[in-house]
């Protein structure tokens, strides 16, 4: 088949959960059918360089990449955001909303026969007008109204929350509508599905999970940095931040009264300020920014973190653990959706005591730390993407009709 795929950030590089199931699930479709891929192209941090888009046509029958319309510029975002006061559209649908992008996709449209439309999360359903004569698919990361009402409840500013609230009920309207203009819908989880079937969803759904690459993540055998705690996740994401802010300032204060010379390792980009300036002065506060490759933090750390408050979907910084065979202390939002079990494979806490309490329990018991590995590493086999992209591909056939 033909295939159109269409994505809100570039596949390539890996530096996150959204690129990594992106890029999995898109060459996987590369594997089996022609794909043209168009998206968006995000912070100049992780600035889209040649090679990466050589590696990305590589695998693919075309590649054609866009900024976002929005200035990510404080003053141009704020800008934005006042002027969507008075859209209909949630801002996250708004503004991916490119003249540039519409008149490609109309183009590859006119130009070649398509079989099937790919379109990688729900924002990208304003181009929906541009395709609708052809067979479809939507692909949700996320329950999109889940995280942001889950935002709004969380955030202390009041004129935040407002905002947000308007969001979300704008979002709740949009998402509705739009995923039930698709042929077939893909969740992450059986949890996301239900929840969209509660929504009001009526198109068939399939479960995707999000995956891993087991042979990639696996256990290295590095000499572990003792009482070390590890925080894998690019904190200039809202969900992120939240979370790590959480850890830092209500939880780590409690480890270290019982462990002062646990180490906190923090990897991934825009560390908030607090935890940067720690770093600078204690040795046991490390910050690394980004990184080509977490597998020598992950494999060298006594516990994985993820202490997530706000989202929904599933998050791949687990299964990436897992696969290297590492004991984890998760929120019950951080794993939601996923096939753990706590004392198991994975250790669940929701108040910042029972959360130090389960890193201590990881830290001071070699039986249960080593049993977590193993369990964990148990666990991450049953999510290889090899397996995953099957479910992915016959949703594609039945979507296009069996052809």
């Known amino acids: 088949m033909n295939v159109l795929f269409l994505s809100t950030k570039s596949p390539y590089p890996l530096i996150n959960g959204h690129s990594l199931r992106t890029y999995h699930t898109l060459r996987d479709a590369a594997r089996r059918h022609d794909v043209t891929l168009v998206t ?23 590649v054609h990449t866009f900024p976002i319309p929005v200035d990510q510029s404080r003053a141009k975002l704020a800008f934005s955001l006042g002027c969507n006061l008075f859209s209909d559209l949630p801002f996250v649908a708004s503004k991916y909303d490119s003249p540039a992008m519409r008149a490609k996709i109309r183009e590859i449209i006119a130009n070649n026969k398509i079989d099937l439309v790919h379109v990688d999360l729900l924002p990208l359903s304003v181009y929906l007008s541009e395709f609708f004569h052809l067979p479809k ?45 698709f042929d077939r819908c893909i969740a992450v989880s059986e949890l996301d599905r239900d929840v969209l079937v509660g929504m009001g969803i009526t198109i068939p759904i399939s479960v995707v999970p999000n995956g891993t690459n087991t042979e990639f ?22 969900t992120n931040r939240d979370a790590v802010l959480y850890f830092w300032r209500e939880i780590c204060p409690l480890i270290r009264q019982r462990q002062p010379d646990a180490t906190m390792i923090f990897v991934g980009t825009a560390p908030p300020r607090e935890i940067a300036e720690a770093a600078a002065s204690d040795p046991r506060v490390r910050v690394t920014g980004f990184v080509d490759d977490i597998r020598t933090y992950v494999d060298e ?6 202490p997530i408050r706000i989202g929904s979907g599933t998050r791949l910084k687990i299964l990436d653990a897992m ?14 959706g996923l096939a753990v079990e706590h004392g198991r494979n994975i250790l669940v806490a929701d108040t910042p005591e029972a959360f130090a309490d389960e890193v201590m329990s990881v830290l001071a ?19 290889d993407w090899g397996r995953l992209c099957e479910e992915q591909e016959r949703t594609y056939q039945a979507a296009a009709g069996g052809t």
């Open 217 to 238: 993540f696996k256990p290295i055998g590095r000499p572990p940095v003792e009482n070390s705690v590890l925080w894998l996740g690019h904190m200039d994401v809202h």
């Open 301 to 306: 750390a006594r516990v994985v973190v993820v």
């Open 40 to 62: 968006f192209i995000q912070q100049p941090e992780h600035e889209l360089k040649p090679e990466h888009i050589e590696h990305l046509k590589s695998f693919c029958k075309e």
């Open 365 to 383: 018991n070699r039986d249960l730390r080593e049993a977590l590995e193993r369990n964990a590493r148990e666990c991450a086999l049953t999510y």
């Open 323 to 336: 696969g290297m065979g590492k004991a984890i202390v998760s929120t019950s939002v951080g794993c939601e």
């Open 137 to 181: 698919i939507l692909v949700n990361h996320n329950v999109e109204s889940i995280r942001l009402q889950r935002w709004a409840e969380s955030d202390p500013s009041t004129l935040k929350r407002a905002f947000l609230k308007l969001q979300w009920q704008r979002l709740c309207r949009f998402e509705k509508e739009m995923v039930n203009r």
